[in-house]
């Protein structure tokens, strides 16, 4: 199984909602992103999760959420998002490794949520 | 400051022809690059990675080239096909370091869009 699974596919909500998004994957890897993809840009990083604790922060507002339940499930609560929040959020997850193998870190994206705010 | 460039927006290339993507990057700290595809409001797909210790990698139809003086790599898909047609990412990371910080934080060009006609 090398898929990361993602729910809901497509999110609409208001600015005033509290909303989540799911992650899972089976594969054994200790390391979990949240990325976050505007039209026709790259995909930029949010969140870092390594060993189910939180190793990377991009300075994402405090109005983005995450969580890691356990190893195969990573959360992102949404509440008080903006209209430019809309976007697609994706979800990766990659083996981590204490040793030199650079090929542990190959992510594996999800199908993402398409998030609009309106 | 963008330390990924694909300067590239878009590429159209004849059926059973090849197709080079190219990208460049400025940071000397990456050792570590990947090429992603992906179709509309889909995640990202791993294609093919090098490892700064390598000029080359092929793995069927893709070949990845790193020339790392002129920090420059290169994607060669032959014979290009029409599935082919899709945006493709080049990413690069900085690997292990000693606090591990930058692990997973993959950096991502603006994305070539491949149109291959049949």
């Known amino acids: 199984d090398t898929e990361v699974t993602q729910t809901p596919k497509h999110l609409v909500m208001g600015m005033t909602n509290k909303k989540s998004l799911k992650c899972e994957q089976h594969?054994?890897?200790?390391?979990m992103y949240w990325y976050k993809q505007k039209a026709k840009k790259p995909p930029e990083l949010m969140f870092v999760?390594?060993?189910?604790?939180?190793?990377i922060n991009e300075s994402v507002p405090s109005r983005f959420s995450p969580e890691c339940p356990n190893s195969s499930l990573l959360n992102l609560h949404l509440h008080a998002l903006q209209p430019e929040d809309s976007a697609l959020y994706l979800c990766?997850?990659?083996?981590?490794?204490?040793?030199?193998?650079?090929?542990?870190?190959?992510?594996?994206f999800g199908s993402g949520t398409q998030l609009s705010v309106l | 400051d963008q330390q990924v460039k694909q300067n590239s927006p878009s590429l159209s290339v004849q059926e059973g022809r090849i197709s080079i993507l190219n990208c460049d990057y400025t940071?000397?700290?990456?050792?570590?690059f990947l090429w992603y595809k992906k179709y509309p409001a889909e995640g990202p797909t791993f294609l093919i990675s090098i490892s700064s210790i390598k000029d080359k990698n092929e793995d069927g139809r893709f070949t990845v080239f790193l020339n790392k003086s002129a920090k420059h790599l290169s994607l060669h898909i032959v014979p290009s096909q029409p599935g082919d047609s899709a945006v493709y990412f080049c990413a690069a990371s900085g690997g292990q370091n000693a606090g591990g910080t930058s692990y997973g934080k993959l950096t991502f060009g603006q994305g070539t869009i491949l149109t291959v006609h049949p």
């Open positions: 940071n000397s700290m990456f050792d570590y």
């Open positions: 999760y390594s060993y189910e604790k939180l190793s």
């Open positions: 594969m054994g890897h200790r390391a």
């Open positions: 990766a997850s990659s083996q981590r490794a204490t040793g030199g193998d650079a090929t542990n870190e190959k992510l594996f």
